[in-house]
């Protein structure tokens, strides 16, 4: 089907991180560039192009169900393009699976080859075949990519591709590849482009951003890179995900004191409070030396917001070892957490392990601990009555449209009366109530 002005549509899902979504940004880039309008409903559009993540199993399922909704849509109009694409697709047995019980399904490609994707689709409708081409792996960073971006003020910027971790729960480093970080000058040049377009606010991304330059030709590293990104005229606030515990320097946490334009905010996954646990993760930190990095945080930003990911009933956790886990929750007070069932991931070294941990008892784990922080939430949240944050406007409230929201410098959601003219604008809100998940404010005339 075509648009009102006669180009054919696309419409893009996405599941996943913000790698994954930054990657849709690429890839709406690339279909406005071939001359596709995008389009909001995906039974309406030309093309159906679905971004798979691995990292939860609820993600999985998500897909395969939406792939059974377009096959009608494919029996109703065969012109109708189907094409999946990320991180699932670096899994041989999801496209073997893919291959036998989805062949409605055109176009399937990887994380690596994300480029060829504008070849790829127009061979598919030229020629009217599949076409099937995973990359195992690759080296090259492609610069230079066209873009969607989902706001004018605000944007995504990849600092570095890749994992090497090998958690053993996770699947990243197979599905993503290698570490492989930018040169800082392509880096700071797309910044300033972005910065003399209007974006207020750079959110750089990477699987582990504090390991980034590392094993490079170039002698910047990740506190270095802020620094200059500081600098860049236009930019007001600067945050990055996701921060691993284990290179998380003090070089870095010092960056947080000098540099202005930083958000007091980090995003820093613990996954267990047990150091036994940890060690199984192979996340090559203790409670301890983890604990030791929030002192320092708290010590040279005393506000700043601390989130964590969780993963609860990872194979051989004992009672011993998640009330570890609720120990190190009370005593980080994070402002909130990420928590999760743990989930099997095929092709993962914890796929293997003997003593997983059952279900009923995974479940009563994870009440006890969404329990506990969201009661931390709550409080801390609580604490911020009568007080007044910048906040930059992202739009109107999805829970109530006569109000706005937006976030304050330590990421947290705020509701308040507004206007249209204010998206895109930091404007100063007086905390009227604070709940578990979202303030509540009114705007503070200046």
């Not at 979504?21 to 559009?45: I, P, Q, W, Y």
């Not at 090497?164 to 797309?190: A, H, K």
């Not at 002698?219 to 691993?244: C, K, P, V, Y």
């Amino acid at each position: 089907m075509t648009g009102k002005d006669n180009r054919k549509t696309f419409h893009i899902q996405t599941f996943g991180c913000q790698m994954n979504v930054r990657d849709s940004e690429t890839l709406a880039g690339m279909l406005e560039e071939l001359g596709f309008a995008e389009s909001k409903n995906k039974r309406e559009a030309d093309v159906a192009v679905i971004n798979t993540c691995s990292v939860r199993e609820n993600a999985d399922q998500k897909f395969f169900g939406t792939l059974g909704q377009l096959k009608k849509i494919k029996e109703e109009r065969p012109d109708f393009v189907v094409a999946v694409c990320g991180c699932m697709m670096q899994q041989q047995h999801i496209v073997d699976t893919l291959k036998e019980k989805y062949p409605w399904v055109d176009l399937i490609f990887g994380t690596h080859n994300i480029h060829e994707f504008p070849r790829l689709l127009t061979n598919v409708i030229s020629e009217r075949k599949k076409i099937v081409d995973i990359w195992d792996n690759s080296e090259d960073i492609i610069e230079g990519l066209p873009s969607k971006r989902e706001f004018p003020f605000k944007a995504y910027v990849n600092i570095m591709y890749g994992c090497n971790n090998f958690c053993t729960y996770c699947i990243v480093p197979y599905t993503r590849g290698r570490e492989r970080s930018r040169r800082p000058e392509e880096i700071i040049n797309e910044i300033r482009n972005l910065a003399a377009s209007g974006v207020k606010e750079v959110m750089l991304l990477g699987q582990n951003v504090n390991s980034y330059g590392v094993g490079c030709d170039f002698n910047t590293d990740f506190a270095d890179l802020i620094g200059q990104i500081n600098e860049i005229e236009g930019i007001e606030r600067i945050r990055f995900t996701t921060s691993h515990p284990k290179d998380l320097s003090d070089k870095l946490i010092e960056a947080f004191r000098t540099c202005e334009k930083l958000c007091p905010s980090i995003h820093l996954p613990v996954q267990s409070g047990s150091t036994a646990v940890l060690r199984r993760m192979n996340r090559k930190y203790t409670k301890e030396e983890y604990l030791d990095l929030v002192g320092k945080l708290k010590a040279a930003v005393p506000d700043i917001a601390i989130t964590t990911d969780i993963i609860v009933g990872f194979p051989g956790e004992t009672d011993e070892d998640f009330n570890d886990t609720l120990d190190l929750v009370e005593r980080v007070r994070f402002d909130s957490a990420f928590t999760f069932l743990y989930s099997i991931r095929k092709g993962t070294p914890a796929e293997k392990y003997k003593d997983q941990v059952p279900e009923a008892v995974k479940h009563e784990r994870f009440n006890r601990l969404v329990e506990l922080q969201n009661k931390i939430s709550a409080e801390i949240n609580k604490a911020c009555e009568g007080k007044v944050f910048p906040v930059l406007v992202e739009g109107p409230s999805k829970t109530n449209p006569k109000n706005y929201s937006g976030r304050t410098e330590t990421g947290k959601l705020v509701h308040f009366r507004g206007s249209p003219d204010l998206i895109g604008q930091i404007v100063p809100v007086r905390i009227t109530e604070g709940k578990t998940f979202a303030l509540f404010g009114e705007r503070v005339e200046e």
